[in-house]
């Protein structure tokens, strides 16, 4: 969705990179716009798998227009009824969505933002930066929101090697081109598929749906820095994206 040049939610969207959950991290350029989102809560998204909705999308510039569901056929029926290639087509869906956005805006005016609620939390979850302090922190933390609620079954259940792989993963991407954050990422999914996290994470939640996988480690503090380290070790002479 990010790659788009126009992207669209609604409602029910539910914008996630859940992949600590089956012990892999967030991939498809997530290293590259986990990153530009504002303070630590690229790092927050990438850690707990949290869905972002329609109205912290915009606000977090993951979306470009907000719609109601029961607008989709007439954006198609106008956009059918547009004149293409007689100039800039993008300047055109443009348009239709603009305006289809400015009608459908009053109804999400009481729609949840809870990015936007628990932004200081966030901060403060993550204040240092050590995935050991915010596992702590976000375990330790005493509420009702399910928002919140679910970011800490998430990390609780989830892969504590990759809760470190992420850490790690957005803090060597920070300064990286889209073009060397697909790079670097490659090295990085062969890596997890060579060495086993991501097969027992996939076997656990998608083929045998125990939905319980047995980690490598037991907790993000016996994640070893040898093992961490060789995820980011490529293991060929020339990465299959060196060409890009």
């Known amino acids: 969705m990010n790659g788009c040049?126009?992207?669209v939610v609604t409602p029910t969207s539910r914008l996630a990179m859940p992949e600590v959950t089956i012990g892999l991290f967030?991939?498809?350029g997530a290293s590259y716009f986990l990153n530009r989102l504002p303070g630590k809560i690229g790092l927050?998204?990438?850690l707990t798998g949290s869905h972002v909705q329609a109205v912290d999308a915009l606000w977090l510039e993951l979306a470009d227009y907000a719609l109601q569901t029961d607008q989709r056929q007439s954006m198609l029926e106008q956009l059918l009824t547009q004149i293409w290639n007689q100039g800039d087509n993008k300047a055109v869906i443009t348009a239709v969505l603009s305006d289809l956005a400015v009608a459908a805006k009053p109804a999400f005016t009481e729609m949840a933002a809870p990015v936007q609620q628990h932004q200081v939390l966030i901060e403060s979850l993550l204040a240092?930066?050590?995935?050991?302090?915010?596992?702590?922190?976000l375990g330790a933390l005493s509420?009702?929101?399910?928002?919140?609620v679910r970011a800490q079954q998430t990390v609780s259940q989830g892969s504590p090697l990759s809760l470190?792989?992420?850490?790690?993963?957005?803090?060597?991407?920070?300064?990286?081109s889209l073009k060397a954050v697909f790079q670097f990422e490659m090295l990085l999914a062969a890596q997890c598929c060579r060495q086993g996290e991501f097969a027992e994470g996939v076997r656990a939640l998608l083929i045998d749906k125990d939905k319980a996988p047995k980690?490598?480690?037991?907790?993000?503090?016996?994640v070893t820095k040898d093992v961490l380290e060789s995820h980011f070790q490529p293991p060929?002479?020339?990465n299959p994206l060196a060409t890009l």
Do not use: N
């Not at 509420?143 to 919140?148: E, I």
């Not at 470190?164 to 920070?174: H, T, V």
């Not at 980690?215 to 016996?222: I, Q, Y």
């Open 5 to 7: 040049s126009h992207r």
């Open 26 to 28: 967030p991939d498809v």
């Open 44 to 46: 927050f998204l990438g």
């Open 128 to 137: 240092d930066e050590s995935v050991t302090g915010f596992v702590d922190r």
């Open 143 to 148: 509420s009702d929101d399910p928002w919140l």
């Open 164 to 176: 470190c792989l992420i850490a790690e993963q957005l803090k060597r991407a920070r300064q990286l």
């Open 215 to 222: 980690w490598r480690f037991a907790s993000v503090e016996s």
């Open 236 to 238: 060929w002479t020339v």
